[in-house]
């Protein structure tokens, strides 16, 4: 008879089974996810046109300015108020400002007024997609945390892809008023959600420091600017900010590079690079619990520009649609790639920081992209400006290579976690 004295004794070092991804507090912080993607989508083409209206096209760029102004500035700032009030309060106020001000859009019609209404929102978005996502890398189990960030990329993108073309239509069937009332009325009803969440300082499993034997958050946490000054953060966040200004070139400028007689083509091209990048993200979040994340960042590099210098054949229905699917594949093994490895090379108390740099690489490679490749395109045309945009992006090949020796010197990807591994503390910075 086997007693527990003469019964085998198990290792230490066996692997723990992975821990569930789909928590009720994960679940639960979907609902603000998916509220806070409806309301800032369905109004990101509808303010720019209902500024239009009474200003023309120069009040339509200073409103969507305004709005990614103020969403820029909002995440320098997001880490040191999360780190000051919590992840809840944080949270629950961006999401306030987020939809309230959209509630008063159409009191009036003056610029002024709609360039209020628009930084308010700004604002408020930047708080919620900071203070959210380091919320979010809390209940992630970080054995999981490629594959959980990437269904959290699915859950706050699909929204975004029904109500971004939602909005326009919608506006024009039953006017401005009734989108404005939308967006913010589905953005107040989810803060609720909000207060069923754990805050900074809670026990939320291990990324809390759950088995660790301390608190993870008595460590201080870095901030934006030290973010920026250490290695090992900047080198993804430049990565990923090459991928982000091809993105936001795509974006704005292929409708105009295809010409209005391939609007089929276009929009084609236009759901085949969201629907690539997801797919590969969700791919690359599997791959990167499995064997890390660092070996990622340079194919995801490499694949956007290939697909970019595809693109650059605007004349080709087929290039362009290759082309746009090819760089969407890149870019969704970016994202994921370059969000887990830095999450993965910080302590719990500064994910919003990891938050914030990764956000402004992406609305700020955009915003940038954007600017840059149309005095760029009004010099070469686009067919160059887009094979140039494909070089320049190759820049990003120092960093993305010096991390991918960086791997290999510490014989291991800092990214990766052993499922038996419980120490959620480990920095590489």
């Known amino acids: 008879m086997t007693t527990p004295a003469n019964r085998p004794a198990q290792t230490q070092s066996s692997p723990l089974p992975p821990r569930p991804l789909l928590t009720r507090p994960l679940l639960l912080r979907f609902v603000s996810l998916v509220g806070a993607s409806v309301g800032f989508f369905l109004l990101l083409s509808v303010v720019p046109a209902y500024a239009a209206e009474s200003g023309g096209g120069g009040a339509a760029g200073l409103a969507t300015g305004a709005l990614m102004l103020a969403t820029v500035l909002g995440e320098l700032v997001t880490p040191r108020l999360v780190d000051r009030l919590g992840y809840r309060t944080v949270l629950i106020a961006g999401l306030f400002l987020l939809g309230a001000p959209a509630l008063a859009l159409t009191a009036s019609r003056d610029m002024a ?5 628009c930084l308010l929102r700004g604002l408020g978005f930047a708080l919620t997609i900071v203070a959210g996502g380091a919320l979010t890398a809390t209940l992630i189990p970080t054995e999981r945390r490629g594959e959980g960030l990437a269904l959290v990329g ?34 107040l009803a989810v803060i609720a959600s909000v207060f069923g969440l754990p805050d900074r300082g809670e026990r939320v499993g291990q990324n809390a420091g759950e088995g660790t034997g301390h608190d993870t958050h008595a460590e201080r946490p870095l901030g934006v600017l030290p973010g920026l000054r250490t290695p090992t953060l900047l080198r993804p966040v430049l990565v990923f900010a090459a991928t982000a200004t091809a993105a936001g070139i795509l974006v704005t400028f292929l409708p105009l590079a295809a010409g209005s007689a391939s609007s089929g083509v276009v929009a084609a091209a236009l759901f085949a690079q969201p629907a690539a990048a997801t797919v590969t993200r969700w791919l690359a979040g599997r791959h990167a619990d499995r064997h890390g994340g660092a070996g990622l960042v340079l194919p995801g590099l490499l694949v956007s520009a290939a697909g970019v210098l595809i693109t650059a054949a605007t004349g080709s229905p087929v290039a362009v649609i290759a ?4 760089f969407g594949a890149g870019f969704g093994i970016a994202q994921n790639a370059t969000l887990t490895l830095m999450y993965a090379r910080v302590s719990a108390s500064s994910y919003g920081t990891v938050s914030a740099l990764w956000n402004l690489a ?23 400006a887009f094979a140039g945009t494909a070089a320049l992006m190759l820049l990003a090949l120092a960093p993305a290579l010096r991390d991918l020796r960086h791997k ?22």
């Open 113 to 117: 007024w709609i360039v209020a209404v």
């Open 362 to 384: 992406y609305d700020g490679g955009m915003g940038v992209g954007a600017a840059g490749f149309g005095v760029l395109a009004g010099v070469t045309g686009y067919p160059w």
């Open 408 to 429: 290999d010197l510490h014989h291991r990807d800092p990214g990766h976690r052993d499922p038996g591994h419980r120490d959620p503390d480990h920095k590489d910075y």
């Open 154 to 187: 699915v859950v706050s993108g699909v929204p975004s892809l029904i109500a971004l073309p939602l909005g326009p239509w919608l506006a024009e069937h039953a006017g401005y008023g009734t989108v404005a009332v939308v967006a913010g009325g589905v953005t």
């Open 323 to 326: 082309g746009s699917t090819l």
